[in-house]
């Protein structure tokens, strides 16, 4: 059974890093069909996009965060991180990875996101 | 502020049917699949629906999702206490090369 588990700091500082790592278990991501994707929700809103990644190595990313953002994965050890730079107390949310499995090769705008972290809450402040 | 707009509750007595819109644009929704997330109290979203209408497996047939230019709906018939979340659009935005999310419809079950 596929499950992806988020891990990383609760608590960054104004104008610093913010890095997590999702670990998934059940399946290999080294499948050329298989995405990752990071995702936010800041306390009691919406859901928004972050960015994705295609274990093939195409990723994706949200333009009005792209200047800050880094997408990566490890699938030797089937693993998949953000970094967010220059934060400030805007980025304060519950951050969320998931996994989709595309039929259409890389297609990002085929993107849905079949499994989900629990997601971990990651607070700016100093 | 989200390119996909939905009511932001909506309600029904158990067993009822409910309907949750979601409207976009041609840049979206009207070139794009739809998809359906669900996220109970405290918990992370789920997949509901994905290519507009097809349901993962273990997703009851009581959920239905359909597309009509540029706008999807969600259709919850048999409405069950459990049913009690919060409800997603989603949909690649060519425009604004973004997977866009809708902004979220509150379902009670009264």
């Known amino acids: 059974q596929l499950q992806l588990q988020e891990s990383g700091p609760g608590l960054v500082k104004p104008s610093e890093t913010l890095s997590l790592t999702c670990t998934v278990s059940g399946v290999s991501i080294s499948r050329s069909n298989y995405y990752g994707g990071w995702i936010r929700q800041p306390p009691g809103k919406g859901l928004e996009w972050i960015a994705s990644?295609?274990?093939?190595?195409?990723?994706y990313y949200n333009p009005s965060l792209k200047s800050r953002v880094t997408i990566s994965a490890d699938t030797s050890k089937n693993q998949f991180s953000l970094k967010l730079n220059s934060v400030t107390a805007a980025d304060t949310a519950v951050y969320y990875c998931?996994?989709?499995?595309?039929?259409?090769?890389?297609?990002?705008?085929?993107?849905?996101?079949?499994?989900w972290g629990q997601g971990t809450l990651v607070t700016v402040s100093s | 502020q989200s390119v996909l707009t939905q009511p932001p509750s909506a309600s029904g007595t158990p067993g009822q049917r409910v309907t949750i819109a979601c409207s976009g644009s041609n840049s979206n929704i009207g070139s794009n699949y739809v998809y359906w997330y669900r996220q109970l109290p405290g918990a992370a979203p789920k997949l509901l629906i994905y290519r507009n209408n097809q349901r993962p497996s273990g997703v009851p047939d009581r959920f239905s999702g359909s597309k009509s230019g540029t706008s999807a709906s969600l259709a919850i018939s048999g409405l069950r206490s459990e049913d009690e979340a919060d409800y997603y659009c989603?949909?690649?935005?060519?425009?604004?090369?973004?997977?866009?999310f809708g902004t979220g419809t509150k379902v009670t079950v009264l």
């Open positions: 998931a996994h989709g499995i595309t039929i259409f090769g890389v297609a990002i705008s085929t993107t849905q996101f079949d499994s």
């Open positions: 989603a949909a690649w935005d060519d425009s604004l090369s973004t997977y866009v």
């Open positions: 990644i295609y274990y093939s190595g195409h990723t």
